[in-house]
Every structure is written in C-alpha cells, then in structure tokens.
C-alpha cells in the first residue's frame, strides 16, 4: 500500500481527532472503507454523544506535514513498506509514524531500557550489551531518556540506533539530547515519534511511546528498574506483544534493581553477558516470525493489560457488520425507520437495564432484549462513548459502576 499525498492528510487528521486512538482508528477505517468516510462520520457520531469530535482542518494538517519536512522528517502509515513490519503486527500500532532517518526501521533490533537515576554499574553493563548486539547486526532501540536509554544509544551510534520519542519532533526530551538525537541521524540512526509536532511530552506520554519501543524490537532487555519504573511498562508491553523479555539482575539491597529482579523470579531470561540476548535472539530471526509477524514466546504472566488511551474503542464491532452502509446514518426529513438501530429508545432503555458489572456476552444481551445484534452493537457503542461500559477479552461486556 502506498497513500496519496491527499490520503494522508485525510489519515493525519483522523488520528489527531481526539477520541481517536490507533484502535479506534483502525476499527473506523474497516468500518467506512477509509479515512475520508471515516470524518465525513464524525460529526454525526459526536452529535449522538453530546460530544464534540471535530478533526483539525486540512490547513492544519499541511502545516504538521510541512513542520516535519522542514526538520527532515516524514510521515510513514501502516501498510506501507518503509513501516516498521514488527511494529505494524502489534495491536496499538500508530497508524502514522513520523520519521527521521528511517533506513534501519526494518532491521532487527532490539530494546535496551532502564532507570534514568542509573547506577555506574549498570551504565557500564548497558555500553557492553550494547556494543555486542550492535557487533551482531541488531539495531539497538530505546527511549532517548536520560540514564540507561542515553547509553545505549550512544553506546550504538556507529552500527545503528533507533530513538524513539514521547513528544513531537521538534520537543526533544530532555532538551539536553538534540545533540545525541543529532549523532544519531548523523551516524545513519532513525528517531521517531508518533505525537504532533509542537507537542511537549507529559506523564502518561512515555508508557505510550513505550509500547512503540518494545513493538520495533523481538525482544527487550531491562538494565535497571525500581518496583514503580515506567522500564517496567516496556516489559510488559514486550509480553502483550509476544517479544521476548529479558533482565539482568541486581543487588538485591539496590532498589534499582528491585524491578529487574523481580522480572527473572517471573521468568524472564537472565542477562549477565551480551550472549544471553543473542542466543535467544538469533534463532527466532532465523526461523523468521510467525502468521502474526511476531516471536513465538510462552513464558512471563506480568498482570493486566495496559491501555493509555482516552480513545472510542471501536474495536469490539462485529467483523461480519462492517458493511458498506455508514452505521451512523444522516438525519433523514423522511419519518423515522423503526428498523433504524438509532430509533428504538425502548430497545436501548431494555439494553442498559440488561447490563450490569458483571460481564456479559453480546449475543447473549441481544437474545435477553430480544433485539438484533446490529441494535445491541449501536447501543454499546454509545454507551461506550459515554464511558459507561467497559470491555473484556472474550468480547464481553460490563457496567461500569458509578
């Protein structure tokens, strides 16, 4: 696949819509059949919500797109051949990518990632590994932050380096890095970013970026970590990603390594010299990734999943009801349709009473209201939108208590 210059556009402003997140985005893409039916859609949905989902205009659109060539950047969407394929099987993938450098994108890497308080110790431990998975022809991939991420880069700039960011393009963090993002570019390395330009990094901005450096890896290394790291966020996003998870191990009276320690006591694979990584690493490459595009791995349960979008989540629509016909219709001056799944407020008020904190299946709500599965589906998804039920791994749903 290969957007048009308008297409992007259309991509670039449905993604920077707020609500819309990457599994929103990708649900009403298949839903609509595109991004430019995706905004023609939009309006209406926010109606029906008492919400305001209005996309940035095409003009400010251009200006990002323009921002970010000015800087040597460009935007690469899934689907696309320069779009990091390991990346793009996992399931919260930036539909867009904004890109510096970008050659190394698609060679196989791996995560380094640690405390920014790091100790001499681990600083020194994290150069080695470094060193030797860059002399093996892996890229090395981390999050440009101070402490161990720092390191490694720089500890790989000349066999090539990935620098993933929590901000935009032009909003180094720490600021104190533009020249190490420099040498990175300089040396042939990649930096990438999935926020606007302009956009100044906060909290709930890293775990983001996180899931973007374990999903460019087969497999990440934690260095050092405390019991509360966001290094630990990367592990985890490693495991949803199916990636192998590595550790090195720590003095147990140093609470840097209280998380990392941690991490091995549940399975992850000991690193105490660089020929750990690659003799897990290597035959995983060699055999090439499964029908998901990922490394098989069974090992490490690290709690629930993680999910740091404020995003209408889509995703549960049912395959077989993504038809061509917009499932938020047009306000008609014809009477209204008692087939319309937007018409029946006693088949919705018979719904929500159905619901409760416990979860439960669609098909089992839709045979209990005695409606449609299309008339559930609708009802759930404004009620998602209105932060009402929650949603489960099985497809289920519950009420969320207030």
Not at 69 to 78: D, F, M, P, Y
Not at 283 to 292: F, L, Q
Not at 341 to 364: H, N
Request: proline content about 7%; aromatic content about 4%.
């Amino acid at each position: 696949m290969q957007l048009t210059d308008a297409q992007r556009l259309d991509w670039l402003r449905l993604i920077r819509t707020e609500g819309v997140g990457p599994r929103t985005f990708r649900t009403l893409i298949n839903r609509f059949g595109g991004a430019t039916a995706a905004l023609e859609a939009l309006p209406d949905l926010g109606r029906r919500q008492g919400k305001r989902l209005e996309p940035p205009s095409r003009a400010q659109a251009e200006d990002e797109v323009a921002a970010l060539t000015r800087l040597g950047g460009r935007l690469i969407a899934t689907g696309e051949v320069d779009y990091p394929r390991l990346l793009q099987q996992t399931e919260a993938a930036p539909p867009l990518l904004a890109v510096r450098g970008g050659a190394i994108l698609n060679c196989p890497g791996v995560a380094l990632v640690g405390s920014r308080n790091a100790s001499t110790a681990g600083l020194a431990f994290t150069e080695r590994l470094a060193r030797g998975i860059g002399e093996a022809g892996l890229a090395v991939i981390s999050g440009l932050a101070r402490g161990i991420d720092a390191r490694a880069h720089k500890a790989s700039l000349q066999t090539g380096t990935v620098a993933v960011m929590a901000g935009g393009h032009d909003r180094i963090y720490p600021a104190s890095h533009a020249a190490l993002v420099d040498a990175i570019l300089g040396e042939g390395g990649a930096v990438v970013a999935e926020m606007p330009m302009g956009w100044e990094p906060r909290g709930r901005d890293f775990p983001r970026r996180n899931r973007i450096i374990s999903g460019l890896a087969y497999g990440t290394v934690v260095v050092e970590a405390a019991r509360r790291s966001g290094s630990l966020i990367t592990a985890r996003y490693a495991l949803e990603q199916n990636r192998e998870v590595f550790a090195v191990p720590g003095s147990p009276l140093d609470p840097r390594a209280e998380g990392t320690n941690d991490l091995i006591r549940q399975g992850a694979t000991l690193v105490s010299e660089v020929a750990h990584v690659l003799d897990v690493i290597g035959p995983i490459i060699e055999r090439g990734p499964d029908t998901n595009g990922a490394p098989v791995r069974t090992r490490l349960d690290l709690r629930e999943q993680l999910n740091f979008w404020d995003e209408i989540d889509l995703d549960a629509l049912d395959p077989a009801d993504l038809e061509k016909q917009p499932l938020f219709a047009r306000p008609s001056p014809e009477p209204p349709n008692q087939d319309d799944p937007f018409e029946p407020a006693d088949d919705r008020a018979r719904i929500i009473a159905l619901l409760s904190p416990s979860p439960v299946g669609t098909d089992e709500l839709a045979r209990s209201a005695g409606v449609g599965v299309r008339i559930v589906q609708t009802v759930l998804l404004e009620l998602e939108l209105d932060g009402r039920i929650e949603r489960h791994g099985s497809g289920s749903v519950s009420l969320i208590s207030r």
